[in-house]
């Protein structure tokens, strides 16, 4: 299996949005829709976090310091899966990481600063 592909991080200001992506190049939709899709973080000197997963059924879960302000989602035809994030602070700033079927990609950075 390829590994996942991020991407959408850049500099933004507090309280600004930004969208991230994560696609497994040349994955069938079977596949896609096999398993767990699970974002990661890690900000500088600190552990790589858990912040949202989506499984097979489309069940969600998030970390608790992201509730209400991220969105992790699949699309089916484009077989990528997103993560909205909306409201962003300074201590999200982070490398955000996909993984799939315990693969991982190389990271997009997120940067709020202003």
């Known amino acids: 299996q390829a590994r996942p592909e991020e991407s959408g991080g850049m500099l933004v200001q507090p309280g600004q949005s930004l969208r991230l992506s994560c696609r497994v190049p040349?994955?069938?939709?079977?596949?896609?829709?096999?398993?767990?899709w699970a974002w990661y973080r890690q900000a500088p000197g600190k552990q790589r976090d858990l912040v949202a997963t989506?499984?097979?059924?489309?069940?969600?879960t998030y970390a608790d310091s992201v509730k209400g302000r991220f969105t992790i989602s699949k699309d089916y035809a484009k077989k990528t899966v997103y993560l909205q994030m909306n409201g962003l602070r300074a201590e999200d700033t982070a490398l955000y990481y996909c993984?799939?079927?315990?693969?991982w990609g190389q990271g997009t950075q997120v940067t709020v600063s202003s």
């Open positions: 040349r994955i069938i939709t079977s596949t896609f829709n096999s398993d767990t």
């Open positions: 989506v499984d097979p059924r489309g069940t969600t």
């Open positions: 993984n799939f079927k315990g693969t």
